[in-house]
């Protein structure tokens, strides 16, 4: 390998020093390599949470102390995080739980007649929260190229018509790592009237973002992917379709008044702002954690961030691309951009069996199966079906097709160079020597058999 090996030290994370068993009975450094799903929070966040936990109140409309301070913490997380997207004069930050939740709440938001456009390419979060009544939803073909990308959606808008349309579209695709043409995707979005919603769930935490510059209407993100512990999302952007819907959920908080009518009904004014959407007592430490998280990012510098993990990239592409039998999957090519997420299928092998093999035998944590993304995936591996194996595949496919599935290996800001070396030699190893022990399913998961 040709890569340069002089990686900066990773970001400070929890979880770095847990040992794990192995099948053998050894213990061994945890090699978290799982990011896209959920990043292990920094150790920064933790300590700032645990320095505001004694002074945890109630938030808005408190008199006591600790309520005022919460509530400033609260509001004053908001602004961290409006200055973290770079948004524009008039743009507002909805704290919600996760990407799934901001997507939703965009959904129902989305004016009655409006034609909502997206690739299939997308994960289910940003797939399927479209397909509710009053909406028609164009899925759009998987593009092989950003031009090919571009094109498709120019065609498509062209024919659209008058009326209300809103593009949903990934930074990052959680299943390949590559970048897509937000920009450019965005320039077209509006020169049709079409506006646009980023999902930056896997963009976020690896690149600096700014609203501003790309042009997009919503950014969606989730704090447990963004280095912050679970529980907090944020949809970020224009306020006009916001505030003409209907709350996301109707309760305190989201009301100016409630006033009984003479008939006996309830009269609403519903606030206005991200109060509107924030009914309920808000989750205050988790979006301080959001918070934290991005003051983080943002003094550690990306360029520095974007940087390391190019190398982390290589050192993983090079190392697979070394392995005749293993198979990187693409959208737009080998020399595509990503970020840190491959996913990749084994000749051989069942991808469920290999993720397995590389947690019991090695203590490295991947994932395994069509991540959410069951379109794109089954678009990259063709239809081609995984090798028989005794564990079969965690998630269900669909008729006719016994085994479709991939492993994916995620990584970001807090990854060792060491787990990512690990990792590329305990695959190395496994396809020339196969696995030391035997597995089986157990409850739809492939696990070592530890029977004797």
């Known amino acids: 390998m040709s890569v340069s090996v002089d990686i900066c030290a990773p970001l400070a994370v929890l979880g770095s020093d847990v040992q794990v068993p192995l099948v053998s009975g050894e213990k061994v450094a945890y090699a978290a390599l799982d990011y896209a799903a959920s990043s292990p929070a920094l150790q920064r966040v933790w300590d700032d949470v645990a320095a505001y936990a004694p002074y945890y109140g109630s938030v808005h409309r408190g008199a006591g102390y600790l309520s005022q301070l919460s509530t400033d913490l609260f509001e004053q997380s908001r602004r961290t995080v409006e200055e973290f997207l770079d948004l524009r004069e008039g743009d507002?930050?909805?704290?919600?739980?996760?990407?799934?939740?901001?997507?939703?709440?965009?959904?129902?938001?989305?004016?009655?007649?409006?034609?909502?456009?997206?690739?299939?390419?997308?994960?289910?979060?940003?797939l399927l929260p479209w397909r509710r009544e009053g909406l028609t939803v164009s899925y759009l073909r998987a593009p092989r190229s950003h031009d090919e990308a571009v094109l498709r959606l120019e065609e498509a808008l062209a024919g659209a018509g008058q009326g209300p349309k809103l593009l949903c579209v990934t930074g990052a695709s959680n299943v390949t790592g590559e970048l897509w043409p937000?920009?450019?995707?965005?320039?077209?979005?509006?020169?049709?009237?079409?506006?646009?919603?980023?999902?930056?769930?896997?963009?976020?935490?690896?690149?600096?973002?700014?609203?501003?510059e790309l042009g997009v209407d919503w950014v969606a993100f989730s704090g447990h992917k963004l280095y912050a512990p679970f529980g907090a999302g944020?949809?970020?952007?224009?306020?006009?379709?916001?505030?003409?819907?209907?709350?996301?959920?109707?309760?305190?908080?989201?009301?100016?008044?409630?006033?009984?009518?003479?008939?006996?009904?309830?009269?609403?004014?519903?606030?206005?702002?991200?109060?509107?959407?924030?009914?309920?007592?808000?989750?205050?430490?988790?979006?301080?954690?959001?918070?934290?998280?991005?003051?983080?990012?943002?003094?550690?510098?990306?360029?520095?961030?974007?940087?390391r993990e190019q190398q982390l990239i290589s050192l993983v592409r090079e190392g697979l691309a070394s392995i005749p039998e293993v198979k990187v999957l693409s959208l737009f090519g080998a020399d595509a951009e990503r970020v840190g997420v491959l996913s990749f299928v084994v000749e051989g092998w069942n991808s469920s069996h290999f993720s397995a093999a590389l947690?019991?035998?090695?203590?490295?944590?991947?994932?395994?199966g069509l991540f959410c993304a069951h379109p794109l995936v089954r678009t990259l591996l063709g239809g081609e079906e995984a090798a028989p194996s005794e564990c079969g595949a965690p998630e269900a496919s669909l008729p006719g097709e016994r085994s479709l599935n991939a492993i994916r290996v995620s990584f970001g800001a807090g990854t060792p160079v060491e787990h990512v070396e690990r990792f590329v030699a305990a695959v190395r190893e496994l396809v020339a020597d196969g696995a030391k022990w035997t597995y089986r399913n157990e409850g739809g998961r492939c696990v070592a058999d530890t029977r004797r």
């Open 92 to 126: 507002q930050v909805v704290f919600t739980r996760a990407t799934t939740d901001s997507l939703n709440l965009l959904a129902g938001a989305v004016p009655a007649g409006t034609r909502v456009f997206a690739f299939e390419t997308e994960h289910h979060a940003s």
């Open 182 to 212: 937000v920009a450019e995707l965005t320039a077209v979005a509006h020169r049709y009237g079409a506006r646009v919603v980023l999902d930056a769930a896997q963009l976020a935490p690896h690149h600096r973002l700014s609203v501003r």
């Open 234 to 307: 944020v949809l970020a952007g224009r306020s006009d379709w916001l505030d003409a819907a209907e709350p996301y959920l109707a309760g305190g908080g989201a009301s100016r008044t409630v006033a009984r009518e003479a008939d006996g009904s309830v009269a609403v004014e519903w606030q206005l702002g991200p109060a509107r959407h924030e009914a309920g007592s808000p989750n205050v430490i988790g979006a301080y954690a959001v918070a934290s998280a991005c003051r983080a990012l943002t003094e550690a510098g990306f360029e520095a961030l974007e940087a």
């Open 359 to 368: 947690s019991a035998e090695y203590g490295i944590g991947v994932r395994d």
